[in-house]
């Protein structure tokens, strides 16, 4: 008859393994269990062992969660963006994630999709989580909840706009030079009639769409068209290219600007089902540069930002003024690079 103890027994396989299970079968305390997991230098080889073959045999998982609660902090940086299923941002994720790494931390990430209620609920599992910090890409008013947090002792970065210079810390690239980089290009090559499409309410678009009127006022001839695209999916662009497709030739704009890739994808795409010709009988730009534009049915010209760098550059900030809470916010804006392509000059 094999004799069971209590760690070993299946009533207790049934249930999570805990600390006390791993101290048990080893034969030590639980501060001993303890120490071993912290890594300290006051326990034997012999006992380390012993506590580490009890921890393979009972298949324990650390609770991380209740640890960081104990300690207060964690090695873990949340990091909230509008769309997780548009490309550009998963490159700020993966750029995070890379800087993070380097330094023993990792990211969790929430996908807000464009909704202020869902993003505060990931502020508020992330402050719960007592993560590191925050990296938020925002679609709503966040500053009273990011005075809050910093009040707490969270550090907050913004990503993808600029935030209030006193408050915390961002990274972006310069979206109204964008706008006006991306518009100049269309009235360089002819175009007067100029649509901007993109959700109005997302204030990387608003930023952009700002820098597109810049450029039109400063040519006589030319009119902007702000079209509101409600989402930015390709989905989302290929509804609002049906919608001018219908237009009478002459009441279509001769040139679009997209806020983003995937809205200049589905715009694309449209326009051929429907037989206008690009850029023949309409120029398209978009933003980003995603990976994908370069290979499109009609190569995109974008407007270059790199996410990934953002993302790295976002993680040193955070990780920068968790270190020195005298650290005054900084504010980072990149360049941004016009990329031509067929799109815009076939």
């Known amino acids: 008859m094999v004799d069971e103890s209590p760690a070993t027994s299946p009533r207790a396989r049934a249930r999570a393994v805990s600390i006390r299970d791993v101290a048990a079968l080893a034969g030590v305390s639980v501060t001993t269990v303890s120490n071993v997991l912290n890594s300290t230098n006051r326990i034997s080889d012999a006992t380390r062992e012993r506590v580490q073959r009890a921890i393979r045999e009972l298949g324990y998982v650390r609770n ?13 940086i949340g990091l ?24 023993g931390g990792t990211v969790l990430l929430g996908n807000s999709n464009f909704d202020p209620e869902r993003e505060s609920r990931y502020i508020d599992l992330f402050e719960q989580q007592r993560v590191l910090g925050v ?14 947090l910093t009040q707490r002792g969270l550090t907050t970065v913004v990503v993808g706009r600029v935030a209030h210079p006193d408050r915390c810390s961002s990274v972006s690239v310069d979206n109204v030079a964008g706008g006006i980089l991306a518009v100049r290009h269309l009235l360089d090559q002819g175009r007067r009639r100029i649509a901007f499409i993109g959700p109005t309410g997302w204030p990387g678009a608003i930023d952009r769409l700002a820098g597109a009127r810049v450029a039109v006022e400063d040519a006589a001839d030319a009119s902007l068209e702000p079209i509101d695209s409600g989402g930015s999916s390709v989905a989302d662009g290929h509804r609002i290219a049906e919608e001018l497709a219908a237009r009478a030739p002459e009441a279509r704009p001769d040139a679009i600007f997209c806020a983003n890739d995937l809205l200049a994808t589905g715009v694309l795409h449209a326009f051929v089902d429907r037989g206008i010709r690009v850029p023949a009988d ?4 978009g933003y980003d540069d995603i990976a994908s534009a370069a290979s499109a ?16 550059t976002a993680v040193e900030l955070l990780q920068q003024e968790v270190a020195d809470r005298s650290h005054q916010p900084r504010h980072v804006l990149f360049p941004p690079e016009l990329v031509e392509r067929r799109s815009t000059k076939g």
Do not use: M
């Open 135 to 148: 990296l938020i890409a925002p679609v709503a008013d966040t500053t009273s909840r990011i005075e809050q």
């Open 64 to 76: 991380a969660a209740a640890h960081q609660l104990r300690a207060g902090s964690s090695a873990t």
């Open 297 to 312: 049915i009609v190569p995109l010209s974008s407007i270059r930002q790199s996410g990934e760098l953002i993302g790295r």
């Open 80 to 103: 909230i963006v509008p769309d997780g299923s548009n490309p550009f941002y998963a490159q700020i994720a993966r750029g995070a994630e890379d800087a993070a790494w380097k330094s």
């Open 282 to 285: 309409v120029a398209l730009i």
